[in-house]
């Protein structure tokens, strides 16, 4: 798999049948490696080891309902409080981060409320911050660490 620009980790990785899985460690089972879950195990490593978010408050491709539509989430980090304060959109490398994925995240947090957005290929990441007052999102050279949520 390609190398990503997220800081390295201890990736647990097994053949079986010819395929290739990557453990989860949220969800704590094996998992087919796709490209796009390459980079959903490398932001779910960072948010844990680097941004210091509890494993306990992360939930990883859950449904939920856009427009009676159901639709998977990729990665979501609640407060300590249950409020959803993260939500991540997760793409493979090989696809580049256009407006539709930005509508694809905006669509999503219409139900979801989350106050700051991710979106990554692995490559290229961007953040925000949405002020549901002014009805407008911040772009963010990085996301908070969880320390500042409480």
Same mark, same amino acid.
């Given at each position: 798999?390609?190398?990503?620009? &997220?800081?390295?980790?201890?990736?647990? !990785?097994? /053949?079986? *049948?010819? #395929?290739?899985?990557?453990?989860?460690?949220?969800?704590?089972?094996?998992?087919?490696?796709?490209?796009?879950?390459?980079?959903?195990?490398?932001?779910?490593?960072?948010?844990?080891? &680097?941004?210091?978010?509890?494993?306990? !408050?992360? /939930?990883? *491709?859950? #449904?939920?309902?856009?427009?009676?539509?159901?639709?998977?989430?990729?990665?979501?980090?609640?407060?300590?409080?249950?409020?959803?304060?993260?939500?991540?959109?997760?793409?493979?490398?090989?696809?580049?981060?256009?407006?539709?994925?930005?509508?694809?995240?905006? #669509?999503?947090?219409?139900?979801?409320?989350?106050?700051?957005?991710?979106?990554?290929?692995?490559?290229?990441?961007?953040?925000?911050?949405?002020?549901?007052?002014?009805?407008?999102?911040?772009?963010?050279?990085?996301?908070?660490?969880?320390?500042?949520?409480?």
């Amino acid at each position: 798999m390609e190398k990503l620009s &997220f800081p390295d980790f201890r990736i647990r !990785l097994k /053949n079986k *049948e010819n #395929k290739h899985f990557i453990f989860d460690i949220i969800r704590k089972k094996w998992f087919l490696l796709t490209q796009e879950e390459w980079v959903r195990q490398h932001c779910i490593h960072f948010l844990i080891f &680097f941004k210091k978010y509890p494993k306990s !408050l992360i /939930n990883v *491709e859950k #449904k939920l309902l856009v427009n009676g539509l159901p639709k998977r989430y990729d990665i979501i980090v609640y407060s300590k409080k249950g409020n959803v304060i993260l939500l991540v959109e997760c793409k493979a490398p090989n696809i580049k981060i256009s407006q539709d994925v930005f509508d694809q995240i905006a #669509k999503y947090n219409l139900s979801i409320k989350s106050k700051y957005l991710m979106v990554s290929n692995g490559l290229s990441h961007y953040f925000c911050e949405v002020n549901y007052e002014s009805n407008d999102y911040y772009f963010l050279a990085d996301i908070p660490d969880f320390k500042t949520f409480n």
